[in-house]
Antibody, heavy 125, light 110 residues
Framework: QVQLVQSGSELKKPGASVKVSCKASGYTFTSFAINWVRQAPGQGLEWMGWIHTTTGNPTYAQGFTGRFVFSLDTSVSTAYLQITNLKADDTAVYFC??????????????????WGQGTPVTVSS | QSVLTQPPSVSAAPGQKITISCSGSSSNIGNNYVCWYQQLPGTAPKLLIYEDNRRPSGIPERFSGSKSGTSVTLGITGLQTGDEADYYCGTWDSSLRAGVFGGGTKLTVL
C-alpha cells in the first residue's frame, strides 16, 4: 500500500540542526511531489512548502526560508527536511505528505494523501 | 491567524448530524478546490474530502462536502464516537501562492 514513513522523534538543543526523513513506498516516488506541514503543540496545520521529486526544486512558504531545507534521495525514495540553527519555536510535529493535487485552467486542487506519521521535534536546552 | 476560518469546536450526540464551516476568499476557496482532513488524536491527518465534495475510496458516505462561493461545509451524519477528531479544511491560495489551512475544528461526540 502507499505509505510514507518518517524518522523518529528528535530532542535537540537550541542552535543545533535536525534532519527528518520521509521514506515513500507503494508508488513511483518521482510521480508525486512531497509537501511538508508543521503542527506546533496544540495548534493547527501550517504549510511549509514542497519539493518537486523529479527536478528536486524546492519551494518554501513564507516563514520557512533560510533555515529550512528540503532535499531528496530518489535512489531510496526518500525526502528530507533539514532545519538548522534550531529555536524553541521550532518545537512541533513535522509531517510529510504526498501531493495528489493538480492545477488546470487557473484552478488548483491542493490535496495531500497519504501523510507520514509525523516526526516530533523538541528544541530545549 | 489562519487564512481560512473555521469554528473552534462543535459537538453533538451519537447518531446526530453536524456541519463544519470553512470560509475564505476569492483567492483561495472561491477559485480553487477544497479538501477536508480528519486528524484523530495523536495521529496524522487523513484526507476525507477532495475537490470540494469527492470522497477518496474507503471514506464512508456519512461524510460529505459542499461549496458556495467562498465558503465550504463538511457534513457528517450518523455521528459515532470514533468521529471525535480535529477537522481541517485546506486549499491553495492563488494570491499568496501557498497552501493554506483552516485553524481546525474539534468535534466532540457527547
Amino acid at each position: 500500500q502507499v505509505q510514507l514513513v518518517q524518522s523518529g522523534s528528535e530532542l535537540k538543543k537550541p542552535g543545533a540542526s535536525v534532519k527528518v526523513s520521509c521514506k515513500a513506498s507503494g508508488y513511483t516516488f518521482t510521480s508525486f511531489a512531497i509537501n511538508w506541514v508543521r503542527q506546533a503543540p496544540g495548534q493547527g496545520l501550517e504549510w511549509m512548502g514542497w519539493i518537486h521529486t523529479t527536478t528536486g526544486n524546492p519551494t518554501y512558504a513564507q516563514g520557512f526560508t533560510g533555515r529550512f531545507v528540503f532535499s531528496l534521495d530518489t535512489s531510496v525514495s526518500t525526502a528530507y527536511l533539514q532545519i538548522t540553527n534550531l529555536k524553541a519555536d521550532d518545537t512541533a510535529v513535522y509531517f510529510c505528505a504526498r501531493w495528489v493535487g493538480y492545477c488546470s485552467g487557473g484552478t488548483c486542487s491542493n490535496a495531500f494523501d497519504p501523510w507520514g506519521q509525523g516526526t516530533p521535534v523538541t528544541v530545549s536546552s | 491567524q489562519s487564512v481560512l476560518t473555521q469554528p473552534p469546536s462543535v459537538s453533538a450526540a451519537p447518531g446526530q448530524k453536524i456541519t463544519i464551516s470553512c470560509s475564505g476568499s476569492s483567492s483561495n476557496i472561491g477559485n480553487n478546490y477544497v479538501c477536508w482532513y480528519q486528524q484523530l488524536p495523536g495521529t496524522a491527518p487523513k484526507l476525507l474530502i477532495y475537490e470540494d465534495n469527492r470522497r477518496p475510496s474507503g471514506i464512508p458516505e456519512r461524510f460529505s462536502g459542499s461549496k458556495s462561493g467562498t465558503s465550504v461545509t463538511l457534513g457528517i451524519t450518523g455521528l459515532q464516537t470514533g468521529d471525535e477528531a480535529d477537522y481541517y479544511c485546506g486549499t491553495w491560495d492563488s494570491s499568496l501562492r501557498a497552501g493554506v489551512f483552516g485553524g481546525g475544528t474539534k468535534l466532540t461526540v457527547l
